[in-house]
């Protein structure tokens, strides 16, 4: 009999964390997302990219649970998941960080990362054990010297980090990142960046929407485009960015 991983002639196999099969989502006759499929593998950083409305964030939404698929099936760790809802994926490990951030008014940093620590697929954790959870993913992420500020008073980079930790202290194995760069300088995408290997690093699968090419290229283990809501390109990111229909249709001269 084969090990567990390995086929009948030894060779090991990739089992998807997160699959895809289909996926598509209709607004009123509108087809945001068009019979998209893929797979994603324990600790690899997918990157998904595509001009404004390809349905990136559509997918996520799907993904997370916000949205309902139209058609198409997703599997997480080989377990259907399309009748869940989003605080069920939550605590199976699927978290997300969002385009606006929001934090919860009134309360402090540390205080809302508690949230998401108590929250999260760690089980039900007792206050203490979350705020400790809580300061470890605030220390992660840069944030020990807002601690205590009203997260409502940050700035955007602060902010990013809030999101980070936020979703981190949920203990998610698959992490939706979108587009968490917009509006950043060239040293803090830079810093992002680092940011995110450190979590790749920690164990976390993650796919990242994003518009900043030179962070597609320099996390990205494969990429994925979308364009009018449909597949057009996935693979290695240097091969995918110079695909003329990637350049074409998304890229152009913006090329970095």
């Known amino acids: 009999m084969s090990a567990p991983g390995e086929n009948a002639a030894g060779a090991t196999t990739r089992i998807p964390i997160l699959q895809a099969e289909g996926i598509t989502k209709r607004f009123s006759g509108l087809v945001s997302v068009n019979r998209v499929s893929f797979e994603m593998y324990e600790n690899e950083i997918l990157g998904l990219i595509g001009p404004n409305g390809a349905g990136k964030t ?40 969002f385009q606006v951030m929001k934090p919860f008014p009134g309360m402090s940093v540390l205080e809302n990362v508690t949230v998401g620590a108590l929250f999260g697929r760690g089980g039900e954790k007792v206050m203490a054990k979350a705020r400790r959870s809580a300061r470890e993913w605030i220390d992660f992420t840069g944030l020990s010297h807002r601690v205590d500020a009203r997260a409502d008073s940050l700035g955007g980079p602060d902010r990013k980090r809030l999101e980070f930790a936020k979703a981190l202290a949920m203990e998610p194995k698959l992490l939706l990142l979108d587009e968490v760069m917009a509006g950043l300088n060239a040293v803090e995408v830079e810093e992002v960046i680092e940011l995110i290997k450190k979590m790749r690093e920690r164990g976390v699968t993650i796919l990242v929407i994003e518009h900043v090419i030179k962070a597609i290229r320099s996390l990205s283990d494969r990429v994925l485009v979308l364009h009018h809501g449909e597949k057009i390109a996935e693979g290695d990111p240097a091969a995918v960015l110079e695909d003329p229909r990637v350049v074409e249709a998304y890229l152009g001269r913006r090329r970095q």
């Open 58 to 97: 559509t997918l996520v939404n799907m993904i997370s649970g916000t949205l309902k698929p139209s058609d198409g099936e997703l599997r997480f760790e080989g377990q259907p998941i399309d009748a869940l809802p989003p605080y069920q994926r939550a605590h199976l490990g699927i978290c997300r960080t």
